[in-house]
């Protein structure tokens, strides 16, 4: 269907590339605006001359064979490629997001790390060298991912995502999104998809109550305007939650073997 729709305003010398390659691939990284608007079409001449028009963005790309790939007729670049534009333009957060989405399609992760040679000189490969290794297929939404960058920009350790808590019995009963769990401390994202009805909250609030009284989890929450907004900074709230949590696991006599 995404494929059908670009077939009708993309030209056949064109070649699909950035946020709408990642669309049509299935990473949905497109801005955050186009919920209320549609996006700008991403595309390049297939001979890769520059399009100067002021409602074109004609910035050149470098194509080669193998970076072209077509889908139901349309050409785009390849996942791989799109997820090294990406990782290379796009601001970072966003940046982090698309890699983890592409690691999520397949794409192979040593292989996205192994690319990023050929770019050198090229625009924001200096901050797709440091995000690439950061990329994590286990990240579930933008909000994470960006979440996870600013526990990186914190100090804090290499995260393990997705960590599963136990009931006595053994059963996995709560997934925490970002975690260490050598301290117990986790940091979760809130999107306002699963997380703003009454019932949601009150099945979080719930869930986290549980998670700490039983099994001495500190657990931080953090939502959109935490994360995206004009003076977004959690960097201080994950540090003295982390802080927190060492030192009340040091404290803590488990009754339980299970987290």
């Not at 963005?57 to 139901?72: A, F, M, N, Q």
């Amino acid at each position: 269907m995404r494929a059908g729709a670009l077939a009708l305003v993309v030209p056949p010398t064109a070649v699909v590339t950035d946020r709408t390659a990642a669309w049509l691939h299935g990473v949905d990284i497109l801005p955050r605006s186009a919920l209320t608007e549609p996006p700008p079409l991403d595309v390049v001449h297939m001979d890769d001359t520059r399009v100067r028009r002021p409602e074109v963005d004609g910035r050149r790309r470098g194509l080669i064979p193998s970076d072209i790939t077509v889908v139901d007729g349309v050409r785009v670049t390849t996942a791989l490629r799109t997820a090294l534009d990406l990782g290379r333009l796009l601001w970072r957060f966003d940046a982090l997001a698309a890699i983890d989405g592409f690691l999520r399609l397949g794409v192979p992760h040593e292989l996205i790390i192994a690319e990023i040679n050929r770019f050198r000189g090229y625009r924001g490969v200096c901050q797709c060298r440091v995000l690439a290794p950061l990329g994590d297929s286990r990240s579930e939404s933008p909000g994470e991912a960006a979440l996870r960058l600013y526990w990186y920009d914190a100090g804090l350790p290499k995260p393990v995502l997705q960590h599963w808590i136990y009931s006595d019995a053994g059963v996995p009963i709560y997934r925490l999104d970002i975690t260490d769990p050598d301290v117990r401390f986790g940091a979760e994202y809130d999107g306002e998809e699963f997380h703003t009805e009454a019932e949601d909250q009150e099945y979080d609030e719930t869930r986290r109550e549980w998670v700490s009284s039983q099994r001495a989890w500190t657990i931080d929450a953090f939502t959109k305007n935490d994360v995206y907004s004009r003076d977004a900074y959690p960097v201080p709230q994950l540090q003295a939650g982390y802080a927190a949590a060492r030192k009340h696991v040091s404290l803590w006599t488990p009754r339980h073997r299970r987290d």
